[in-house]
C-alpha cells in the first residue's frame, strides 16, 4: 500500500500539469483556448452525435476541462501492477521497456497494429508458423473438449507459452492515458490528421497482452479508430481499418466467450444467483411457475434454480420456462435445454421449455403470444437486455415496460451493467466507458495470467466488442447503452413498478469468497444489489413486482 499511495502522490503532485500533457497531444486544445472555432459548443454535439454518417455534419465535441482531465487521470491506471524496489532511494519500476515501438510515421504504427490486431495477438517467444499450427491444435482441442463435456462443464484453460510479461512504467502509462484522451478530443473535432497520428503513437504502447492498462488501451483505440472510420469522406481511415486482419466474430465466439466470463469471475453468477433469488422468493407458495426469459442465448442461470426449487418445503412446482430470441437457429439452445429437462426430471419437477424466435417488441409481449396461463406464477427474466431498447429518446424502452407490466408479472429481475454509456456527447461517454472498462480489465488482471487463452478470449470477444459499440457508434447502430441504478429505479417507477429488496447479501458475499481474488465489493442501494471492483460499481441486481395503486 505504501508504493500505492506514493505513486498516487506523485500523480497528485500540483507541479504535474496534467492538462499541459493534453495540450501537448492534441492542437484542436489550442486552438480553442485562442479562440479558434474548430471545436463548437456541446448543443452542436447533440446533432453531432445523431448525425454521425450525414455528409453534411459540421459539428464536432467540446472539448474536455482540465479539472476532467486531472480528476480521471489521477485516479485512472491500476496502481497494483507497480512495484517498487527501494523506496528510500525513490521508486524503480519493474517492466520491460516500450521505447522502441514509438513510431512518428504512420504507416509503420499501422503495420505493427496488423501484425498485432486486437485479434490477433502473436506471441514473441514463437515464430509464424508455429503459431499457427499451436492455435490449430489448441482451438480443436477446445473445441473436442466442449463438445464431449457439453456447455455446462468448465472449458479447459490452455495458456499461450510466453515467457515475457511487459508492464508499463509510470511515465508511459501516463502518456498513454493522456494520448488517448487526446486522440478521443481529436476524433471529436474531427482532426483526422492527428487523430492517426496519436493512434500510431497509441499502438506502440497498447498491447494486446501486456498489462491491464495496455490491455484496454488497445480495445478503446481499436474504438476510435473505427469511429474515426466512419466519418463522411474519411478516406485515409476507411483503407486502414479495413486493412486490418480483424475476423469475423460468429455468435459461438460470443457465447464461448460469455461462459467463460461466467467461470472464471462474479460479475454474470452474480446476476444469475440475485435474479434466481429473487424468482424463488417472490413464488413462493406457488405450485405453478413461468419464467419467460428476455434474449435468451444460453441456459446457464437455470441449473442452479432446478435444483433450489427441487429442494423447497411443499415440493417441487411445475416449471415453464420462454425463451425469447431473436436468432432463427436455435438447435444448441434447444439441446441444452433437453439436458435441463433431464435434469429437472431425475429431481422430481416437470420442466417445459419453447422457444419464440422473434425479436423483443410490444406486440409480442401478450397473453396470446407467451402462452401465459392464469393460474402459473409469471416471472419476466432481464439478463443484460434491457439497456438495448433505451435508444436515444428512451421512448421505447417505456414501451416495453408498459407491456411487461400489463401481462401482471409477479416478478420482474433486472441484471444490467452498472454505468452510464447513453450520454448524448461522445467524449463524457468515452471518459465514463475508459473508467468502467478499465475497472474490469484491472479484475481481470488480477485474477488471471496474462497469457491465458481464457483471458484473451473474454477480452477480445466480448469486452472488446461492447467498447467498439459504445465508442464507435451513434443512433440505432449503439446498442450498449447501460445506465446506472438510479436511472433504472426512475424508469421502472415511472413505467408503474417498485422495488422488490433483495435478500441474498450473505449468499452473495459468500459466492464471492470463492474466488482466490480480493478486489470485488459488493454494496446494498435501496433495495437494489451492486457487485463492483475495488469499489467502482460494475454490475447492479435489482427485482420488481407491480406497484399497488
Known amino acids: 500500500m505504501k508504493g500505492i499511495n506514493r505513486w498516487l502522490s506523485f500523480y497528485m503532485d500540483e507541479?504535474?500539469?496534467?492538462?499541459?500533457?493534453?495540450?501537448?497531444?492534441?492542437?484542436?486544445?489550442?486552438?480553442?483556448?485562442?479562440?479558434?472555432?474548430?471545436?463548437?459548443?456541446?448543443?452542436?454535439?447533440v446533432f453531432y452525435d445523431t448525425e454521425l454518417c450525414s455528409s453534411d455534419a459540421t459539428s464536432s465535441t467540446p472539448c474536455l476541462a482540465s479539472s476532467e482531465v486531472d480528476d480521471f487521470v489521477d485516479s485512472f491506471i491500476n496502481m497494483d501492477q507497480y512495484e517498487y524496489v527501494n523506496e528510500d532511494q525513490g521508486f524503480q519500476e519493474k517492466h520491460r521497456s516500450f521505447d522502441h515501438f514509438v513510431v512518428n510515421d504512420e504507416d509503420e504504427a499501422d503495420?505493427?497494429?496488423?501484425?498485432?490486431?486486437?485479434?490477433?495477438?502473436?506471441?514473441?517467444?514463437?515464430?509464424?508458423?508455429?503459431?499457427?499450427?499451436?492455435?490449430?491444435?489448441?482451438?480443436?482441442?477446445?473445441?473436442?473438449?466442449?463438445?464431449?463435456?457439453?456447455?455446462?462443464?468448465?472449458?479447459?484453460?490452455f495458456v499461450v507459452p510466453c515467457t515475457q510479461e511487459a508492464n508499463l512504467g509510470v511515465d508511459q502509462g501516463l502518456d498513454l492515458v493522456h494520448m488517448l484522451l487526446a486522440c478521443a478530443e481529436a476524433v471529436g473535432c474531427r482532426d483526422n490528421q492527428q487523430a492517426e497520428l496519436l493512434l500510431s503513437r497509441i499502438w506502440a504502447l497498447a498491447s494486446t497482452s501486456g498489462d491491464s492498462l495496455q490491455r484496454v488501451s488497445y480495445c478503446f483505440a481499436k474504438g476510435l479508430k473505427c469511429?474515426?472510420?466512419?466519418?463522411?469522406?474519411?478516406?485515409?481511415?476507411?483503407?486502414?481499418?479495413?486493412?486490418?486482419?480483424?475476423?469475423?466474430?460468429?455468435?459461438?465466439?460470443?457465447?464461448?466467450?460469455?461462459?467463460?466470463?461466467?467461470?472464471?469471475?462474479?460479475?454474470?453468477?452474480f446476476g444469475f444467483m440475485a435474479a434466481n433469488e429473487a424468482i424463488c422468493q417472490a413464488s413462493q407458495g406457488k405450485s405453478s411457475i413461468h419464467i419467460v426469459d428476455l434474449g435468451m442465448e444460453h441456459t446457464l442461470q437455470?441449473?442452479?434454480?432446478?435444483?433450489?426449487?427441487?429442494?423447497?418445503?411443499?415440493?417441487?412446482?411445475?416449471?415453464?420456462?420462454?425463451?425469447?430470441?431473436?436468432?432463427?437457429e436455435n438447435s444448441k439452445l434447444q439441446a441444452s435445454m433437453n439436458v435441463l429437462v433431464e435434469e429437472a426430471s431425475s429431481l422430481g419437477m416437470h420442466l417445459e421449455f419453447h422457444i419464440i424466435s422473434e425479436h423483443l417488441t410490444p406486440c409480442l409481449l401478450t397473453m396470446e403470444k407467451?402462452?401465459?396461463?392464469?393460474?402459473?406464477?409469471?416471472?419476466?427474466?432481464?439478463?443484460?437486455?434491457?439497456?438495448?431498447?433505451?435508444?436515444?429518446?428512451?421512448?421505447?424502452?417505456?414501451?416495453?415496460?408498459?407491456?411487461?407490466?400489463?401481462?401482471?408479472?409477479?416478478?420482474?429481475?433486472?441484471?444490467?451493467?452498472?454505468?452510464n454509456h447513453n450520454g448524448p456527447f461522445f467524449l463524457g461517454r468515452f471518459l465514463e466507458s475508459l473508467h468502467y472498462y478499465s475497472a474490469i480489465f484491472d479484475s481481470l488482471e488480477a485474477s488471471m495470467t496474462r497469457n491465458s487463452q481464457h483471458r484473451m478470449k473474454i477480452e477480445r470477444l466480448h469486452f472488446a466488442e461492447e467498447i467498439q459499440n459504445v465508442v464507435a457508434y451513434e443512433g440505432p447502430d449503439r446498442i450498449e447503452?447501460?445506465?446506472?441504478?438510479?436511472?433504472?429505479?426512475?424508469?421502472?417507477?415511472?413505467?408503474?413498478?417498485?422495488?422488490?429488496?433483495?435478500?441474498?447479501?450473505?449468499?452473495?458475499?459468500?459466492?464471492?469468497?470463492?474466488?482466490?481474488?480480493?478486489?470485488?465489493?459488493l454494496s446494498y442501494e435501496k433495495g437494489n444489489l451492486l457487485l463492483g471492483w475495488k469499489g467502482r460499481p460494475v454490475m447492479m441486481a435489482s427485482a420488481w413486482q407491480v406497484a399497488s395503486v
Not at 24 to 29: F, I, L, N, S, T
Not at 34 to 40: E, S, V, Y
Not at 239 to 254: C, G, H, Q, W, Y
Not at 319 to 326: A, D, K, N, Q
Request: charged share 25%; proline share 5%.
Open 15 to 45: 507541479s504535474v500539469n496534467h492538462d499541459f500533457a493534453i495540450r501537448r497531444y492534441c492542437p484542436a486544445r489550442m486552438e480553442q483556448e485562442q479562440g479558434g472555432d474548430k471545436c463548437q459548443d456541446q448543443e452542436a454535439l
Open 111 to 157: 503495420a505493427y497494429s496488423i501484425v498485432n490486431g486486437v485479434f490477433e495477438y502473436v506471441p514473441t517467444t514463437l515464430e509464424d508458423s508455429e503459431l499457427e499450427i499451436y492455435e490449430d491444435v489448441t482451438t480443436a482441442m477446445l473445441e473436442e473438449e466442449v463438445a464431449m463435456n457439453g456447455s455446462f462443464c468448465a472449458i479447459p484453460e
Open 227 to 269: 469511429r474515426l472510420s466512419l466519418l463522411p469522406h474519411n478516406v485515409i481511415a476507411n483503407a486502414t481499418l479495413s486493412s486490418m486482419d480483424v475476423p469475423f466474430i460468429t455468435r459461438e465466439n460470443k457465447l464461448e466467450a460469455f461462459q467463460l466470463l461466467y467461470q472464471t469471475t462474479p460479475y454474470i453468477a
Open 302 to 328: 437455470w441449473s442452479s434454480l432446478i435444483r433450489a426449487l427441487s429442494s423447497r418445503p411443499e415440493g417441487p412446482p411445475t416449471l415453464r420456462i420462454t425463451g425469447l430470441t431473436g436468432n432463427e
Open 370 to 419: 407467451l402462452n401465459l396461463r392464469k393460474e402459473e406464477a409469471l416471472c419476466v427474466n432481464s439478463i443484460l437486455q434491457l439497456h438495448k431498447y433505451v435508444k436515444e429518446s428512451r421512448g421505447y424502452l417505456k414501451e416495453i415496460l408498459l407491456s411487461i407490466k400489463k401481462l401482471g408479472p409477479t416478478a420482474l429481475t433486472v441484471v444490467e451493467q452498472d454505468t
Open 481 to 521: 447503452r447501460h445506465e446506472r441504478v438510479d436511472q433504472w429505479r426512475r424508469q421502472l417507477g415511472r413505467a408503474g413498478f417498485q422495488v422488490m429488496p433483495l435478500k441474498c447479501t450473505s449468499q452473495v458475499r459468500m459466492m464471492l469468497s470463492v474466488y482466490d481474488c480480493d478486489g470485488y465489493t
